[in-house]
């Protein structure tokens, strides 16, 4: 066990440079990509460039490929018209010198001397033939001679080497430019062989290739030697250089004219797609009256054609239902204020009848009362619908003001005490030690956040509902938790939907008209915030609203997280193990700043809220409420709602959308 400690600990050290070098090379990597970006981002949104740069690589490989078999084939051809020619010249060379050896040889027998030649004879002959057949080809081939290597040196004497040393015309260095193993062959094989060599010569000039013609043949004196040719390929050389140059300069115009065809044509194709993304980007900006230039009768202008039929359809179905909201909204608008004067009446009417109902009968004095109610829900229905049709007119305004949310939440908890009182439910804030200033509409935050505590504490089924506060990098935000009935899986991305209701036979006893939420919701947009839920079945649920703290900014998280640490999730998490640091145990009292707990005698508890001046029994049962950290820590937005997404610890350089 401690030899696995101490190897973790060696590879933990061992990991701690590469770990120092990654940022290192993450940065090195950023810079170097940072000049290519605008080429990157110009090759991947420029279908014309992409087209004609694929062109262009395809026609270079085509006539790469191209020019190789061609040249490949007037090589072969060359070669072997050069091999024919040579053949033909090396074989009647080789019959020549033969000839003339015989005729040498007949001369002597005829002489009737009886004396051989001397080899001064011989040597002059071998000489006189290599300047004789080498004056026919002055340019074209060299003419060289070889002794064998065994030869029959004896009946030469002395100078046998000089009479039989290697011979060659122009300048030609015979034993550097005949490879051995021709010359060995051709010494055992009685035929013509030939073979590709390099020509040297005495003169200096680079080597140069030629074809290698020998055969074994026999001087005057009937002793062997070897008789080459050496057909250069100056002319085969400069022939095939000559074509190299011309499929070069025809293989760059042809590349050249393909790109600039494939331009062209890309051009034909690619013109009119970006007209139509213009022109599309200038309808969805609300400009319907654009459309394209159509011109012929191909496909790119029956493609024009149909674009801008479906401009017009869209711009004909647009209009009709602009004019049907606008006449909704103007319905919406008009009976809510028309029906203002007969509600008026109806409500002196109500009133009257309300205040003389103990001088009435029981059926008739219920009857008063449910006129009464009706009446008030009525008239809240009718304010509702008149601010619906303002945010879906876009008339809403915004008188934003600094603000302190804490007054805000005070006023709103004070008002709903009656109702939390009825239902055996306690109103808890949280976070209220400090200030927490924002600029806001202090109407608008404040419906919100009534229609969020009447919620909660109408569905809280009797337990404490918590309200907490808190502001960090830019945001201010208030949540609403509640310990009751809760949200289903999904239903938390429906319940700011009009008219929603979780369960429709649930009744409202606190008489709300469903559009409560909604309205809520388009008032912390139009502060440019967000307004989220989250819930559990039987685990009750929060709502969180987020607010910029300056008017006009964009928030990039929420100090307060989405779901609160008391979740079924949450509490599996810590009892799994908590980490260091933790909490203490319930019951241990743990001093924090703005509020204290202490446990009684009697196993029951009390808590003492930040800015509260009484301690407030908790009741045995209740779920305990945890309190928010003195220092929220900065935190990204969380997913739509409903999605129990969590929030995270967030890096000051990410980039988050709007929720």
């Known amino acids: 066990m401690c030899a696995s400690y101490e190897r973790e600990r060696l590879e933990n050290r061992l990991a701690d440079p590469m770990r120092g070098l990654l940022p290192v090379i993450r940065s090195c990597v950023r810079w170097a990509r940072r000049p290519l970006q605008p080429a990157v981002r110009l090759w991947r949104r420029n279908l014309q460039l992409r087209v004609v740069a694929f062109t262009l690589l395809m026609s270079v490989g085509v006539v790469l490929l191209l020019g190789f078999v061609v040249i490949g084939q007037v090589k072969n051809g060359l070669l072997d018209a050069k091999e024919k020619a040579a053949e033909n010249q090396a074989t009647g060379g080789f019959s020549l010198a033969q000839d003339m050896a015989d005729k040498g040889i007949q001369t002597q027998d005829t002489s009737g001397s009886g004396t051989p030649h001397s080899t001064e004879d011989s040597g002059n002959w071998l000489t006189g033939l290599v300047t004789q057949f080498a004056s026919g080809g002055k340019g074209a081939y060299w003419i060289v001679t070889l002794s064998p290597a065994n030869g029959d040196e004896q009946s030469f004497g002395e100078g046998s080497v000089n009479a039989h040393g290697p011979r060659g015309s122009g300048g030609i260095l015979p034993e550097a430019s005949i490879p051995k193993s021709l010359s060995d062959a051709v010494q055992a094989h009685p035929g013509a062989l030939e073979q590709y060599t390099t020509v040297r010569t005495s003169d200096g000039s680079p080597p140069r290739p030629a074809l290698a013609i020998g055969k074994r043949l026999q001087d005057i004196n009937k002793n062997t030697y070897q008789l080459y040719y050496l057909f250069s390929f100056d002319q085969e050389q400069k022939t095939l250089g000559l074509v190299k140059g011309t499929l070069a300069t025809a293989g760059i115009f042809v590349v050249v004219l393909l790109g600039a065809i494939a331009w062209l044509v890309t051009r034909q194709v690619v013109t009119p797609v970006r007209m139509a993304a213009g022109i599309a980007e200038r309808l969805a900006a609300g400009r319907l009256q654009e459309r394209m230039q159509v011109t012929g009768e191909d496909d790119i202008a029956r493609l024009g054609e149909s674009f801008n039929k479906m401009a017009q359809n869209l711009q004909s179905k647009i209009q009709q239902l602009e004019d049907l909201s606008r006449m909704q909204r103007r319905f919406v608008s008009d009976v809510s204020h028309e029906l203002r004067t007969p509600l008026t009446t109806v409500r002196m009417a109500a009133d009257v009848i309300h205040d003389a109902r103990s001088a009435f009968d029981p059926v008739t004095a219920r009857s008063a009362e449910l006129l009464q109610n009706q009446l008030d829900r009525f008239e809240s229905l009718l304010s509702d619908l008149l601010e619906i049709s303002r945010f879906d007119a876009g008339a809403a305004e915004l008188s934003a003001e600094p603000i302190d949310l804490r007054e805000v939440v005070r006023r709103v908890v004070d008002a709903a005490d009656p109702l939390a009182e009825r239902k055996g439910s306690r109103v808890v804030i949280r976070g209220d030690a400090q200030p927490v200033i924002a600029e806001a509409d202090p109407r608008r935050v404040e419906r919100v956040l009534r229609n969020l505590v009447v919620n909660a504490i109408e569905h809280g089924e009797g337990q404490d509902v918590v309200v907490r506060l808190a502001t960090a990098d830019g945001a201010v935000a208030v949540a609403v938790r509640d310990y009751g009935v809760g949200l289903k899986p999904g239903e938390a991305t429906r319940v700011f939907n009009r008219f929603w209701r979780a369960d429709p036979a649930r009744a409202r006893t606190t008489g709300g008209t469903g559009l409560g939420l909604s309205i809520a919701v388009e008032d912390a947009r139009l502060h440019g915030g967000w307004l989220q839920a989250w819930g559990e079945p039987g685990g009750g649920s929060q709502f969180r609203m987020t607010l910029p703290r300056t008017a006009g900014d964009s928030l990039r998280g929420s100090p307060i997280p989405l779901e609160p640490d008391d979740s079924r999730r949450n509490r599996a998490l810590k009892s799994a193990g908590p980490p260091a640091g933790a909490l203490a145990p319930v019951g241990v009292p743990v001093p924090r700043a703005g509020s ?57 350089s990410a980039q988050e959308d709007d929720v």
Do not use: F, K, Y
């Open 596 to 652: 204290a707990d202490t446990t009684t005698a009697d196993g029951g508890s009390w808590t003492r809220e930040s800015g509260a001046h009484a301690l407030t029994p908790r009741m045995p049962g209740i779920p305990p409420v945890p309190s928010a950290p003195p220092h929220p820590p900065t935190a990204d937005p969380a997913a739509l709602p409903g999605n129990r997404a969590q929030l995270v610890q967030r890096r000051e």
